[in-house]
């Protein structure tokens, strides 16, 4: 399985960008798909998953500006991110999560916010 994540880039705060991961293999299965985020010196932390059902959560430092979607006929999840602060600046990971726990994760795109 391979994840390929885009959509990054710079932008201003107040801002918008819209990450997309595509998945090498279907996605139909997945207990769990996630975007997580990792900025200098800090923790790589979960921002936002949608589990099989099709069912979201959000960290609550994103709730209300970012929106997460699934397309399982291409295979792919979005993060749709509105109203970008600078704190949401860092490197974003596309996760898969599968039975047993394995993980796979994608090689990270990056997003800058600038105040």
Do not use: H
Not at 51 to 62: F, K, L, P, Q, R
Not at 73 to 84: D, E, H, K, P, Y
Request: one cysteine or more; glycine letters at 12%; proline letters at 2%.
């Amino acid at each position: 399985v391979q994840l390929q994540a885009s959509g990054g880039g710079l932008v201003q705060a107040g801002g918008s960008l819209k990450l997309s991961c595509v998945s090498s293999t279907s996605i139909r299965g997945v207990n769990y798909m996630g975007w997580y985020r990792q900025a200098p010196g800090k923790q790589r932390e979960l921002v936002a998953d949608i589990n099989i059902a099709g069912s979201t959560m959000y960290a609550d430092s994103v709730k209300g500006r970012f929106t997460m979607s699934r397309d399982i006929a291409t295979n792919t999840v979005q993060l749709q991110m509105n109203s970008l602060k600078p704190e949401d600046t860092g490197v974003y990971y596309c996760n898969a999560r599968y039975a047993l726990n394995r993980n796979v994760w994608g090689q990270g795109t990056q997003v800058t916010v600038s105040s």
